[in-house]
C-alpha cells in the first residue's frame, strides 16, 4: 500500500486568536405592501338573457379584474363567487334570472377590496309588460319615471363544452372584432414608448387575404436583450387535461420570436410558463402565407393550474424597425396521443353584434334585442303582450303569457302549453273556434281541440268512435202512481273507455213524469263535449236518436220505465252501452271472397266500404267484430231488405238517420245497374237480436239481408290512438 509522509517541522503550532461572542439586539425592518386600490364606476346594465358590466380603471398598471356573483336569498346576497377574470373594463355576464354582482382587482397575488355589490334581473318575458296596440307610446307621463334608451354594443362570446378536444380556446381567436381579448402588454422593459401594437398593425402590408393578425412594431431604436409581451385575457384551465398552443409567426429586427404559455392560480399568482421554439429568421411575414411559421408546443400545467395565458413574447436586440405579427393563434385541449395541432378554427367564439332598445318606467323594463354572429341571428322582444296585426280590421298575431293566438275574421287558433278554463291536466294546448280570451277558452266551446291529457276532437266527431261503457253507468228507477205518475232515474257512476283511454263519471239521477199503468223507454246520456269526466247532468229522452243529434252527447243506453197503476214500483239493468250500431248477424256484408254473414266477420277481414258524400270506394281491414243482443228493425227498400240495430245510423238524403227514422227517406243502394237511389217504405219492430258490432276502415260498409240491393251501413269508426 503507497502513502505519502509530509513532514511539517517541529515548532509548536501558532496560537489561534479565541472566539469572543457579540450580544446585539437585531431590527426588524418591516414593510407593508400598498394596498391595490378597487376599480371605481362599477356599473350594471340588465339585458336579454344577460348583465352588461363595465368600471373604471383602478390606476395600476397591469391589474386585471374579477367579475363575482352570488344568488339572491330573500332580497340578499348568498355566497359570493369567482366567475370570470378579464383585463377588459367591460363584461357581459351570462345571466338568467336574479343574481346579485361585484367587481375587484388583482395584480401579483393582490387582491383589493371589491366594489359595492348589485342586484340585477336579466330581462325576459315574464317580468316585462308593454301594450301592444300602443307600442310606438310607451313612456311615463309622470316626470323622472321614464327612462328610454337606445344600445349599440359590439362584444365577443365563447362558450365551450366540457371535454371536447380540437376546439379553439381563445375568444376572439380570429380577431374578428377589433383586439378584444387581445393585446394586453403583459410586459414592456425599460418602459419603451415606441412600441405600438393591435389589429393587423402596420395595415394591410403586413396581412395575409381573409385573415387578421396580432401585431407590435417599434417606432425608434430598441436596445438589446428587452423584451415585450403581449397577451391573451385568461382563459380557464380544466383539469385533467393536456393543452396545444400554435399560431403563425412572423418577425423582423429582433433577436428572438416565440409563442409563450403562461399558468396562474385562482389568486392570478403566477405558476411558470412554457415556450415555442422561436420563428425563423427568413419569416418575416407579409401577405405571403409562406413567410409565416407555424409554432406550437403541447404542455401539462402545472399543479394547482387556474388559469392561462397565450403571448407573444419578442425579444428585441439593437435595431430600428422591430416588429413581430402573430396569426391564427390557438389553444386546444390535447387529445390522448396528438402532439400537433388540429386545424386552426375559430371553435365557437364569433363576432356579435347586438342592438337593444329598452324602457324603464318606474324600474319595471321592457324592450327589443336585435343580435347577430354573422353566421346567424336572433330578435328578442320583451314584453307581456306581442302583437302583429293587420292595418286594418281584426286579423292578428299575439302573444301573450306563453299563449299564440292567430286571429283571421271570425275564428282564431291558439297553441299552448295548457290554457283555458277547464280543469288542470284536461286544458287545451290547442284550439281552433270562435275568438275568445285565452283564460276564458274551453274545449266545449271550441270547434276542433287537442288536450294536454291527450284527448281530442278533430271534425265533427269526437265521443260515439269505437266507444263503450267499461264499467259501471247501471241505470235503474223507483216509480210512484199519481197525478202525473212521477219516476227517479239513477245511473250508478261509471268509467266510459275509447281506445285506451277511459273517462270517469259519477253517479247521477233525474226525474221524469208519465201516465199510470204505462211504460217509456228513455234513452239517457250526458252533455259532456269536453270529455271531463266527473259530476254532470244526468238527461232522459224519449227520441232514439238524441245521442247522434250533436257531437256533444254521451249515450248512457235505455231504460224502460213501468209507471204503476198505484203505489210504486221499480226496475233497472238497463244502461252501460247498449247504444251500439250493429248489423244482424245474418246479414250479408262484401268481402274479399264475396258476400259473406256478418256473424262470420273477423278481425283482419276486408269489407267493401263507400263514402256516402262522394261514392268513392275502398276496400278496409276489420279491426273490430263482437256479437251482441240489441232491440232491432228490418228496413225495407226496392226488392231487399236490411235488419240491424234500432241504434244504426243509416246514410239518406236528408243527412244520417237511426234506422227507426228513416221510413219514406231516400237511401243510396248498390245493385245491378251500379249506385242508385231508393225509399225506404217499410220500417218493421223486430225485437231483440243478435248482431255484430264492427269496426272497419273509415266509411260506411254496403250490407243487406238478400244481397240483391246493398245499403251503406254506418261504419263506427276505429278508435283514437292512446
Known sequence: MDALLLTIGAG???????????TTTPTVDNHTATPLAPPTGFTVVASVDCAMLSWTANGVA???????????????????????????????LALSGTAWVRARAMLDGRSSAVTTAYKVTSLNSAQIITNASNITALQSTVAGKADVSAVE??????????????????????LAVDAIGWGTVLLNDGADANWISGRDDQGPSYQVAGTHNLGCHNTGTTASGKNYILCTDPVAVDAGYDFIFSGDLAAANVNSCELRLYFYDAALADLGNVATSTVGVTYTGGTNPALWQKRYM??????????????????TKSASGARAHLMHAMIERASPGQTTPTAWNTGPTTAWAQWDIKFNVNGYISGISLASDGRSTAFAVAADVFQVRAPTGTDALTWQAGVISSRKGSKELKLGAGFGADPSGKRMILSYGAPVADASAMRATSEVWIAENGDMKLGSTQINYGSAWKTGAIASYTATAGTPATATISVTAGTYAIGGRTYSYDASSVGVTGTNGTSTTYYLYYEDPGLLGG??????????????????????GQLSVAFPSSGSGSGGGGGGGGNRPCVSVGA???GRDGPMRAGDVRIGTELLLCDPQTSE???????????????????????????CSIYAPIPTLAGMLLAPNILGQSVVVHGVVGLTHVEVWAVEDVGEIDVQHITVGDRCFWASDLGRHWILHHNTKPPPEA
Open 535 to 556: 259530476t254532470l247532468t244526468l238527461n232522459a229522452s224519449t227520441d232514439p236518436a238524441v245521442t247522434y243529434a250533436s257531437d256533444s252527447k254521451l249515450m248512457i
Open 617 to 643: 270506394e275502398a276496400w278496409g281491414v276489420v279491426t273490430y267484430s263482437k256479437r251482441e243482443r240489441v232491440p232491432g228493425v228490418r228496413l225495407r227498400y226496392a226488392s231487399d231488405c236490411l235488419t
Open 12 to 22: 509548536p503550532l501558532p496560537e489561534t486568536t479565541p472566539i469572543i461572542p457579540v
Open 298 to 315: 403541447r404542455t401539462t400545467p402545472p399543479a394547482g393550474s387556474k388559469w392561462m395565458r397565450l403571448a407573444l413574447r419578442v425579444l
Open 588 to 590: 250479408l256484408v262484401m
Open 62 to 92: 397591469g391589474s386585471s379584474y374579477v367579475i363575482q356573483t352570488a344568488p339572491d336569498v330573500a332580497g340578499s346576497p348568498g355566497t359570493f363567487a369567482d366567475k370570470a377574470i378579464t383585463n377588459n373594463l367591460h363584461y357581459t
Open 153 to 174: 354594443d359590439l362584444e365577443a362570446r365563447v362558450t365551450v363544452s366540457e371535454g371536447i378536444f380540437g376546439v379553439n380556446l381563445l375568444l376572439n381567436a380570429g
